[in-house]
């Protein structure tokens, strides 16, 4: 796995399919942090539960404010490499990780 890169994902009601995109991502990349932008489902308790580090955000400031707080805090921690992901699952994460990694240098085993 790609040590010094992580995964950012803002997620605003999305307990239906944020667990899957949180494990399909973890298969590749080590960490990802999911920002709960004041969901009223269990959005930030899935993302826990599927592994990934949650910032909570007590009520929905909208997916900028959500990426911002993403981006200083994958920064504070020292990834040099940060990808954000959607949390509705539309795209397959291993696909979409191999795009964003192939342009840094970086492809996954298959």
């Given at each position: 796995?790609?040590?010094?890169i992580?995964?950012?994902?803002?997620a605003?009601?999305?307990?239906?399919?944020?667990?899957?995109?949180?494990?399909?991502a973890?298969?590749?990349?080590?960490?990802?942090?999911?920002?709960?932008?004041?969901?009223?489902?269990?959005?930030?308790?899935?993302?826990?539960?599927?592994?990934?580090?949650?910032?909570?955000?007590?009520?929905?400031r909208?997916?900028?404010?959500?990426l911002?707080?993403?981006?200083?805090?994958?920064?504070?921690?020292?990834?040099?490499?940060?990808?954000?992901m959607d949390?509705?699952g539309?795209?397959?994460?291993?696909?979409?990780?191999?795009?964003?990694l192939?342009?840094?240098?970086?492809?996954?085993?298959?």
């Amino acid at each position: 796995m790609s040590s010094n890169i992580c995964v950012i994902i803002p997620a605003y009601n999305a307990a239906r399919t944020l667990g899957d995109v949180v494990r399909g991502a973890m298969r590749h990349i080590s960490k990802v942090i999911v920002a709960d932008d004041g969901s009223t489902d269990a959005t930030g308790d899935i993302a826990s539960s599927a592994g990934a580090e949650v910032i909570t955000i007590a009520e929905n400031r909208g997916k900028g404010n959500a990426l911002k707080l993403l981006f200083q805090k994958a920064t504070q921690e020292g990834y040099d490499t940060v990808i954000s992901m959607d949390a509705d699952g539309q795209h397959d994460p291993k696909r979409y990780l191999n795009l964003w990694l192939s342009i840094c240098g970086t492809l996954l085993a298959s």
